[in-house]
């Protein structure tokens, strides 16, 4: 079956540390692969996305992540934290396969200590 | 400015009874969708359409209702049938419905039964 996993429920990080969050998937075909960041009590917001080419890519507030295709992984990074960064981060795969559904991870949480 | 917009934002229910979540976008999308969203279970499909006038069920879709009668809107009837309906619900939408598509959310309705 098809899965999404976010091993971190929870991740807390100094201001102005490094951060990478974990996100690995099961998919039979070529994923696609996003990261989305969710403000407390707000709607979902693009970070970046991964179809083809380039496996490491940028997205909007500094964040990158990088496609390992041996790994079945998908890691969000970014080298310094921002206290503005804490929220919840989910990662979502979609494929041609599952033509009609993008699956969500359960999502992890970042605390930013000032 | 475009975007999606969710009515309201707080919402109460007493048991036993039926309540419409609204959800409207001017992005001029095919594809609109719903999600519930529960602590540490990411977002669950509740309901998407990827055109006027018809729309399949996601993962969840037990003891809600939605129609499309207008492309800019999406509401979700949440019934006496569901069982525990006090969640974080979410509309999205995006240009076609593709897996490679990005969605648009809106801010949320949070739901709670008494």
């Known amino acids: 079956a098809q899965s999404v996993t976010q091993p971190d429920i929870h991740i807390t990080v100094s201001e102005g540390a490094s951060l990478e969050l974990r996100c690995n998937y099961s998919?039979?075909?070529?994923?696609?692969l996003f990261w989305y960041v969710q403000s407390p009590g707000q709607g979902l917001q693009l970070l970046l996305k991964?179809?083809?080419?380039?496996?490491l890519v940028q997205g909007i507030k500094g964040f990158e992540a990088e496609f390992k295709r041996s790994q079945s992984s998908f890691n969000l990074r970014k080298p310094s934290v921002h206290w503005s960064d804490a929220a919840e981060y989910f990662c979502?795969?979609?494929?041609?396969?599952?033509?009609?559904?993008?699956?969500f991870g359960p999502g992890t949480s970042l605390s930013v200590i000032p | 400015d475009g975007g999606i917009t969710q009515s309201p934002k707080y919402l109460f229910r007493k048991e036993g009874q039926n309540v419409t979540l609204s959800c409207e976008q001017n992005?001029?999308?095919?594809?609109m969708y719903w999600y519930r969203q529960d602590p540490g279970q990411g977002l669950r499909l509740i309901y998407y359409?990827?055109?006027?006038?018809?729309?399949q069920k996601g993962d969840i879709a037990e003891g809600y209702s939605v129609s499309r009668e207008k492309k800019e809107s999406f509401p979700l009837t949440v019934t006496s049938a569901q069982k525990n309906p006090t969640a974080f619900y979410l509309c999205?939408?995006?240009?076609?419905?593709?897996?490679?598509?990005?969605?648009?959310f809106g801010p949320g309705t949070r739901l709670t039964v008494l």
């Open positions: 999205a939408s995006s240009i076609a419905g593709g897996p490679r598509d990005t969605q648009y």
């Open positions: 998919y039979g075909a070529t994923p696609y």
């Open positions: 991964y179809f083809s080419g380039d496996t």
């Open positions: 979502a795969v979609g494929s041609e396969t599952s033509y009609d559904k993008v699956i």
């Open positions: 992005l001029n999308h095919d594809a």
């Open positions: 359409s990827q055109i006027v006038n018809d729309f």
